[in-house]
């Protein structure tokens, strides 16, 4: 991993919606600043110049600011363009679906305290039945050992393999505890939460090692629930996926538990 | 019927002029002498019990301060032994010195539920609400002196059994101050269900003290005390005690459903089909963890005003007494603080930006929050014009204010990037939330709340603090506040998640380590800032008397005797002015005390 | 005169018994109005939560069947009858003391008690049954959300016979020595009972019937 992507403030940026969050960001950062150091340097300016010493008197009556209404509605306008102009439309945007959402490379990530599960579709771009009912220790995903469609499928833990320049949907669920699937260098944050399957999505722009860290306190192990990123070339992934494809007999789960009552 | 002549009232007929050498000067006019068990500990009387209050809220703010302390040694040096600290921690929490991981989250769990619930709300509104209020309106005491008393005595138990979930096997509640489900009932530790005990008190407690502080505003002020005649500081206490009223329940309730899932074997926050450790739990299911989420950010964000509230309110009140001219806007901050009251009812899913919520509800969070960031800026507004004009005195409790403004000026600002949805996808969960709510609570709050203990000092013990012992304790504190929690903010923009054990595990983690471990120094060189202050809070009781009304203030807790004696005022006072009347042309002296009468 | 005020600090306080010339009303009953308020927080937080249980399962009760086919609806109908009632003898408890007929007034006051006594009773019938059929409240989320919830209100009725117990026996002598604080203090009690009694309105149809 290269270590120099990371600093004292935001990290390497490899996503294609994160250049828009870290504009907001920085508008904010300006915008805050500018507000402190205007406060800063009025209040230093009326400690130091109305600071008690012989015979100085206060003044009772109140001055007239008419200054301090327009920056209370400076505030309000920037407010507003933040939240109108920067913050909604890339939520809006991240919220939904990508545009073309049958090219997307779709994930389901179930998280686990204290790992990530990760299922790809395989070469069939359909995922095998999974359930909670069946999950268990050696079948982490419930993966319903039947099913044809789930013959070709790729498991991982803790191993996140995804093209570059291409849509990802991942959807997010666990079967424990609420965790968090964060990558701070795809500015990508969302809950993973027991009994919802939450989708998210990115599109990554080049390739590399990254983190995945979980952002949700899920116990005693929650500061090792971290999974390897790999952000791959077309080449790169399409090797993996071929290395990884099971043979047949490979998938074995065990024998399907009752469902819980 | 026959009371009002066994108390002060007619023997003090003469005026504050009276001499108050001795403590005991009084105990005559009550006709006997109560016991010691119910003057000092089963006390009915506002100044004791806000007294209580106050030492043990301060207490457990050292206690929950030095969790803080044993947690920052992890994280300055990750699995290094701590010598015979970690010896006396014992084996469980501190395997071979090292802190084992459930420790440290049950540090985390219970720094924040200590220092909120525990240490700053019962100082804010415990001891200064309760000793302060009757005194500012003039009243005799609270409108309800025993239900006074037990909301101290469930919030001693409360307080004390959250502590002793220490010592329960596998430690206390280690799920974070806002105990999440699944995790929180997943938990196998009576020490999580001894937190929802425990809450269960001290919501009780906090419940019964705003009842009596609303009752006790509306119905017991003095004469010619009206509505715009208050201290800024009874208004916020007005509004904080609203706040605790209407959004404590929630939790209430919501701690009573986590009891039934942890006790009774109930689903109200268990999905159907949780596998915990390859183990299908054997639960009915059906519950939403979300459910949880809403119920505790439903009080938990109005709890956030419930901490800045009366600190801005001890603010205002400092401001004016020592820059010596009325507050700039005083009409401005009592509405700004109705409106933020009402508005922070509706703004609490911004807490939970991740959990899946849909663009409707994000964006009418998001706006209520930018919303409720106006009136926060007109306040500090307000108090910053406040210092325009004054002849500003230097005094130990005026630094501790001024330290407020910017302090909470930088704590409201990074509230803007983490209530915007689109920032906060990066910025949610990591130190950068850290760093921006502790500057709202701690260089914010308790700074408001030390300036609040020196000011009122006097007003309690009849004696002054020492003011060069209490200028050391400020610049320390001030320049260790910001060493802890300024780097917290390049830690969040680099990416690190809170509550992390041990962040070196990640790359960016690695990249912002040497900041941990200045903030660890930092955080052990305010608890060095603390030692003048706790020596100087004791030992000034044997500094000579102060003069009655030391800073020359003109509210009305300065027309009763120092320390004040039961029943608070030798005659009913009388209310002629507004609140701060200092500097008025014309008068010979800075300030005209709104219970003088016109000469 | 110092019996009737254990703690002299009582004496020193304004509109413990008169009305405060703005508010119309006396120190404790603002108070009751003010906890009542909460209580409403309370009740409205645990009802928000049987409502969002209930909207996201798939079947309600999620055993099948009907509430009203698997609680017991004729007993909650003589309970909701039982309550009613208590609350009108209540009133007629306090209407009692303001027409300063003490005895008719621990008549009224006793008929209360003895009625929350009859409520609880059958509730612990209820109760009992489901226990017997081996529906505890882990069964299932609809057993959860009627356990808790009325198990909630039922300690809010054990609550109020305490009060109302206190207020028959050793809070009476207070009558002797202010008769008006005492008859203000059986208004506040009343109006505490008066909620417990709508919180029941509320739980019965939402619970048993719908």
Same mark, same amino acid.
């Given at each position: 991993?290269?270590?120099?992507?990371?600093?004292?403030?935001?990290?390497?940026?490899?996503?294609?919606?994160?250049?828009?969050?870290?504009?907001?960001?920085? &508008? /904010?950062?300006?915008?805050m *600043? =500018?507000?402190?150091?205007g406060?800063?340097?009025? $209040?230093? +300016?009326?400690?130091?110049?109305?600071?008690?010493?012989?015979?100085?008197?206060?003044?009772?009556?109140?001055?007239?600011?008419?200054?301090?209404?327009y920056?209370?509605?400076?505030? &309000? /306008?920037?407010?507003?363009? *933040? =939240?109108?102009?920067?913050?909604?439309?890339?939520? $809006?945007? +991240?919220?939904?679906?990508?545009?073309?959402?049958?090219?997307?490379?779709?994930?389901?990530?179930?998280?686990?305290?204290?790992a990530?599960?990760?299922?790809?579709?395989?070469?069939?771009?359909?995922?095998?039945?999974?359930?909670?009912?069946?999950m268990?220790?050696?079948?982490?995903?419930?993966?319903?050992?039947?099913d044809?469609?789930?013959?070709?499928?790729?498991t991982?833990?803790?191993?996140?393999?995804?093209?570059?320049?291409?849509?990802?949907?991942v959807?997010?669920?666990s079967?424990?505890?609420i965790?968090?699937?964060?990558?701070?260098?795809?500015?990508?944050?969302?809950?993973?939460?027991?009994?919802?399957?939450?989708?998210?999505?990115?599109?990554?722009?080049?390739?590399g090692?990254?983190?995945?860290?979980?952002?949700?306190?899920?116990?005693?192990?929650?500061?090792?629930?971290?999974?390897?990123?790999?952000?791959?070339?077309?080449?790169?992934?399409?090797?993996?996926?071929k290395?990884?494809?099971?043979?047949?007999?490979?998938?074995?789960?065990?024998?399907?538990?009752?469902?819980?009552? | 019927?026959?009371?009002?002549?066994?108390?002060?009232?007619?023997?003090?007929?003469?005026?504050n002029?009276?001499s108050h050498d001795?403590?005991?000067?009084?105990?005559?006019?009550?006709?006997?002498?109560?016991?010691?068990?119910?003057?000092?500990?089963?006390?009915?009387?506002?100044?004791?019990?806000?007294?209580?209050?106050?030492?043990?809220?301060?207490?457990?703010?050292?206690?929950?301060?030095s969790?803080?302390?044993?947690?920052?040694?992890?994280?300055a040096?990750?699995?290094?032994?701590?010598?015979?600290?970690?010896?006396?921690?014992?084996?469980?929490?501190?395997?071979?010195?090292?802190?084992?991981?459930?420790?440290?989250?049950?540090?985390?769990?219970?720094?924040?539920?200590?220092?909120?619930?525990?240490?700053?709300?019962?100082?804010?509104?415990?001891?200064?609400?309760?000793?302060?209020?009757?005194?500012?309106i003039?009243?005799?005491?609270?409108?309800?002196?025993?239900?006074?008393?037990a909301?101290?005595?469930?919030?001693?138990?409360?307080?004390?059994?959250?502590?002793?979930?220490?010592?329960m096997?596998g430690?206390?509640?280690?799920s974070?101050?806002?105990?999440?489900?699944p995790?929180?009932?997943?938990?196998?530790?009576?020490?999580?269900?001894?937190?929802?005990?425990?809450?269960?008190?001290?919501?009780?407690?906090?419940?019964?003290?705003?009842?009596?502080f609303i009752?006790?505003i509306?119905?017991?002020?003095?004469?010619?005390?009206?509505?715009?005649?208050?201290?800024?500081?009874?208004?916020?206490?007005?509004?904080?005690?609203?706040?605790?009223l209407?959004?404590?329940?929630?939790?209430?309730?919501?701690?009573?459903?986590?009891?039934?899932?942890?006790?009774?074997?109930?689903?109200?926050?268990?999905?159907?089909?949780?596998?915990?450790?390859?183990?299908?739990?054997?639960?009915?299911?059906?519950?939403?963890?979300?459910l949880?989420?809403?119920?505790?950010?439903?009080?938990?964000?109005?709890?956030?005003?419930?901490?800045?509230?009366?600190?801005?309110?001890?603010?205002?009140?400092?401001i004016?007494?020592?820059?010596?001219?009325?507050?700039w806007?005083?009409?401005?901050?009592?509405?700004?603080?109705?409106?933020?009251?009402?508005?922070?009812?509706?703004?609490?899913?911004?807490?939970m930006?991740?959990?899946?919520?849909?663009?409707?509800?994000s964006?009418?969070?998001?706006?209520?929050?930018?919303?409720?960031?106006?009136?926060?800026?007109?306040?500090?507004?307000?108090?910053?014009?406040?210092?325009?004009?004054?002849?500003?005195?230097?005094?130990?409790?005026?630094?501790?204010?001024?330290?407020?403004?910017?302090?909470?000026?930088?704590?409201?600002?990074?509230?803007?990037?983490?209530?915007?949805?689109?920032?906060?996808?990066?910025?949610?969960d990591?130190?950068?939330?850290?760093?921006?709510?502790?500057?709202?609570?701690?260089?914010?709050?308790?700074?408001?709340?030390?300036?609040g203990?020196?000011?009122?000092?006097?007003?309690?013990?009849g004696?002054?603090?020492?003011?060069?012992l209490?200028?050391?304790?400020?610049?320390?504190?001030?320049?260790?506040?910001?060493?802890?929690?300024?780097?917290?903010?390049?830690?969040?923009?680099?990416?690190?998640?809170?509550?992390?054990?041990?962040?070196?595990?990640?790359?960016?983690g690695?990249?912002?380590?040497?900041?941990?471990?200045?903030?660890?120094?930092?955080?052990?060189?305010?608890f060095?800032?603390?030692?003048?202050?706790?020596?100087?809070?004791?030992?000034?009781?044997?500094?000579?008397?102060?003069v009655?009304?030391?800073?020359?203030?003109?509210?009305?807790?300065?027309?009763?005797?120092?320390?004040?004696?039961?029943?608070?005022?030798?005659?009913?006072?009388?209310?002629y002015?507004?609140?701060?009347?200092?500097?008025?042309?014309?008068?010979?002296?800075?300030?005209?005390?709104q219970?003088?009468?016109?000469? | 005169?110092?019996?009737?005020?254990?703690?002299?600090?009582?004496?020193?306080?304004?509109?413990?018994?008169?009305?405060?010339?703005?508010?119309?009303?006396p120190?404790?009953?603002?108070?009751?109005?003010?906890?009542?308020?909460?209580?409403?927080?309370?009740?409205?937080?645990?009802?928000?939560?049987?409502?969002?249980?209930?909207?996201?399962?798939?079947?309600?009760?999620p055993?099948?069947?009907l509430?009203?086919?698997?609680?017991?609806?004729?007993?909650?109908?003589?309970?909701?009858?039982?309550?009613?009632?208590?609350?009108?003898?209540?009133?007629?408890?306090?209407?009692?003391?303001?027409?300063?007929?003490?005895?008719?007034?621990?008549?009224?006051?006793?008929?209360?008690?003895?009625?929350?006594?009859?409520?609880?009773?059958?509730?612990?019938?209820?109760?009992?049954?489901?226990?017997?059929?081996?529906?505890?409240p882990?069964?299932?989320?609809?057993?959860?959300?009627?356990?808790?919830?009325?198990?909630?209100?039922?300690?809010h009725?054990?609550g109020?016979?305490?009060?109302?117990?206190?207020?028959?026996t050793a809070?009476?002598?207070?009558?002797?020595?202010?008769?008006?604080?005492?008859?203000n203090?059986?208004?506040?009690?009343?109006?505490?009972?008066?909620f417990?009694e709508?919180?029941?309105?509320?739980?019965f149809?939402?619970?048993?019937?719908?």
């Amino acid at each position: 991993m290269d270590e120099t992507k990371y600093g004292f403030w935001l990290p390497v940026d490899v996503s294609s919606h994160g250049a828009q969050i870290d504009n907001l960001m920085a &508008v /904010v950062h300006w915008f805050m *600043l =500018l507000l402190f150091v205007g406060w800063g340097i009025f $209040f230093v +300016y009326c400690l130091v110049k109305f600071r008690a010493r012989p015979g100085h008197v206060a003044t009772y009556n109140p001055v007239k600011a008419v200054f301090t209404k327009y920056i209370e509605a400076a505030v &309000v /306008v920037v407010e507003v363009f *933040l =939240l109108f102009g920067l913050s909604t439309p890339v939520w $809006f945007k +991240y919220k939904g679906r990508p545009a073309s959402e049958k090219d997307a490379v779709v994930v389901q990530l179930v998280a686990e305290q204290f790992a990530w599960n990760f299922h790809y579709a395989g070469k069939d771009g359909k995922f095998g039945k999974s359930s909670t009912a069946t999950m268990s220790g050696d079948n982490p995903l419930g993966l319903d050992p039947d099913d044809p469609a789930g013959k070709d499928d790729i498991t991982t833990v803790n191993q996140f393999h995804v093209p570059v320049n291409k849509d990802v949907i991942v959807e997010l669920s666990s079967k424990d505890v609420i965790h968090s699937f964060n990558i701070p260098v795809l500015r990508v944050k969302q809950d993973a939460i027991p009994g919802t399957r939450i989708p998210v999505w990115f599109h990554a722009t080049q390739p590399g090692h990254f983190e995945l860290a979980c952002a949700q306190l899920c116990g005693l192990g929650h500061y090792r629930m971290r999974a390897d990123v790999l952000i791959d070339t077309p080449e790169d992934y399409a090797k993996w996926e071929k290395e990884n494809a099971p043979t047949p007999s490979e998938e074995q789960p065990p024998t399907a538990q009752q469902p819980a009552k | 019927m026959t009371a009002p002549t066994t108390h002060g009232a007619t023997t003090h007929a003469g005026g504050n002029e009276h001499s108050h050498d001795q403590d005991h000067g009084h105990e005559h006019a009550h006709g006997h002498e109560l016991p010691f068990w119910r003057k000092y500990i089963f006390s009915v009387d506002h100044k004791m019990i806000g007294l209580q209050y106050g030492l043990t809220a301060l207490v457990f703010l050292l206690v929950g301060f030095s969790l803080m302390m044993l947690m920052r040694w992890q994280l300055a040096y990750p699995g290094r032994p701590l010598g015979w600290v970690g010896k006396l921690l014992g084996e469980n929490a501190m395997p071979g010195g090292v802190m084992a991981p459930e420790f440290y989250n049950q540090l985390g769990a219970m720094h924040g539920t200590i220092m909120v619930f525990m240490g700053i709300v019962p100082l804010a509104v415990g001891a200064f609400g309760n000793y302060v209020v009757p005194l500012q309106i003039g009243a005799p005491d609270m409108a309800f002196p025993r239900l006074n008393m037990a909301s101290y005595w469930a919030f001693l138990p409360g307080g004390l059994l959250m502590i002793y979930s220490f010592f329960m096997p596998g430690g206390a509640a280690q799920s974070g101050w806002t105990n999440y489900p699944p995790l929180s009932v997943l938990t196998q530790v009576p020490g999580q269900t001894m937190w929802l005990f425990a809450m269960v008190l001290l919501i009780t407690s906090s419940l019964l003290g705003s009842i009596n502080f609303i009752v006790t505003i509306v119905q017991l002020r003095a004469k010619g005390l009206g509505f715009w005649r208050l201290p800024f500081f009874v208004h916020a206490q007005f509004v904080t005690s609203f706040l605790l009223l209407l959004a404590f329940p929630p939790l209430e309730a919501a701690a009573v459903l986590q009891l039934m899932d942890r006790l009774a074997g109930t689903s109200f926050f268990l999905p159907t089909g949780l596998v915990v450790s390859g183990e299908q739990l054997k639960v009915a299911g059906g519950g939403s963890p979300l459910l949880w989420q809403h119920l505790f950010w439903f009080l938990a964000h109005p709890e956030v005003y419930v901490l800045i509230l009366p600190a801005m309110g001890i603010v205002a009140e400092v401001i004016a007494n020592n820059t010596r001219k009325p507050l700039w806007g005083y009409r401005l901050l009592v509405y700004s603080v109705i409106f933020l009251g009402f508005m922070s009812f509706v703004v609490w899913a911004h807490h939970m930006f991740m959990t899946g919520m849909g663009t409707t509800m994000s964006t009418f969070f998001q706006t209520t929050t930018m919303i409720i960031s106006i009136p926060s800026v007109i306040i500090l507004t307000c108090f910053l014009m406040s210092l325009y004009g004054g002849a500003i005195r230097f005094t130990t409790p005026m630094l501790f204010a001024t330290a407020f403004l910017p302090m909470f000026a930088i704590g409201g600002l990074t509230g803007l990037p983490l209530g915007l949805t689109a920032s906060d996808i990066y910025l949610h969960d990591t130190f950068y939330v850290i760093g921006h709510f502790h500057y709202v609570v701690a260089p914010g709050t308790i700074f408001a709340l030390f300036a609040g203990i020196y000011y009122w000092y006097p007003k309690a013990t009849g004696k002054q603090m020492d003011p060069t012992l209490g200028k050391i304790h400020f610049w320390l504190s001030f320049l260790c506040m910001n060493g802890i929690f300024m780097p917290m903010f390049f830690q969040g923009m680099a990416g690190l998640s809170r509550r992390l054990y041990d962040p070196t595990i990640y790359a960016h983690g690695r990249a912002i380590q040497s900041l941990n471990v200045v903030i660890s120094w930092s955080a052990w060189g305010l608890f060095l800032a603390q030692l003048p202050f706790i020596w100087n809070f004791f030992s000034s009781l044997a500094r000579a008397r102060a003069v009655e009304n030391p800073w020359s203030a003109t509210t009305l807790e300065w027309a009763a005797p120092s320390p004040p004696t039961h029943g608070n005022f030798p005659t009913p006072p009388v209310v002629y002015r507004e609140p701060y009347e200092y500097s008025v042309p014309g008068q010979t002296s800075d300030f005209h005390p709104q219970f003088a009468g016109e000469a | 005169m110092a019996e009737a005020s254990p703690y002299a600090a009582d004496a020193l306080i304004p509109h413990t018994v008169e009305p405060h010339p703005v508010t119309g009303i006396p120190n404790g009953k603002l108070g009751i109005w003010l906890f009542l308020a909460s209580e409403v927080m309370l009740f409205g937080a645990l009802f928000s939560t049987y409502v969002v249980i209930r909207t996201t399962a798939p079947h309600w009760p999620p055993e099948g069947g009907l509430s009203s086919e698997i609680l017991n609806v004729p007993l909650a109908t003589v309970n909701t009858a039982v309550l009613i009632t208590s609350s009108i003898t209540m009133v007629l408890s306090w209407a009692s003391l303001k027409m300063q007929n003490l005895p008719r007034f621990r008549l009224w006051l006793g008929s209360t008690i003895a009625l929350a006594f009859v409520f609880l009773v059958i509730k612990y019938f209820e109760y009992t049954h489901k226990f017997e059929l081996g529906h505890y409240p882990s069964h299932d989320n609809f057993y959860a959300v009627y356990f808790t919830l009325t198990g909630l209100h039922g300690v809010h009725v054990i609550g109020g016979i305490i009060v109302n117990t206190f207020l028959l026996t050793a809070g009476s002598r207070m009558w002797a020595t202010e008769p008006e604080r005492f008859t203000n203090r059986i208004e506040n009690a009343g109006l505490y009972w008066h909620f417990v009694e709508l919180v029941w309105i509320f739980l019965f149809p939402s619970l048993y019937l719908l």
